[in-house]
């Protein structure tokens, strides 16, 4: 059987069990939610206390950076 992409978890189900079982089907789909909360939670750890004597464009850039990092652990997971 050819199991790439999601074949391996939405094809091949026997009375209500997928082909890889309920315990490797689980591990398999638990590793990339662990992966994306490790992920949120080390980049609001390292993230940088707001500065208030920055200027305005400084303070842009920042808050777009911080957007696109809260994006990036979400990312990582939907490609793991």
Do not use: H
Not at 20 to 40: D, N
């Amino acid at each position: 059987t050819n199991y790439r992409g999601t074949e391996w978890l939405t094809q091949g189900w026997v009375d209500g069990v997928p082909p890889l079982s309920w315990e490797t089907t689980l591990a398999f789909c638990v590793m990339p939610v662990l992966l994306v909360l490790g992920q949120s939670f080390t980049m609001n750890v390292l993230q940088q206390p707001d500065d208030d004597s920055q200027d305005e464009e400084t303070k842009k850039q920042m808050e777009s950076t911080k957007t696109i990092l809260k994006f990036l652990p979400l990312m990582i997971g939907f490609f793991s």
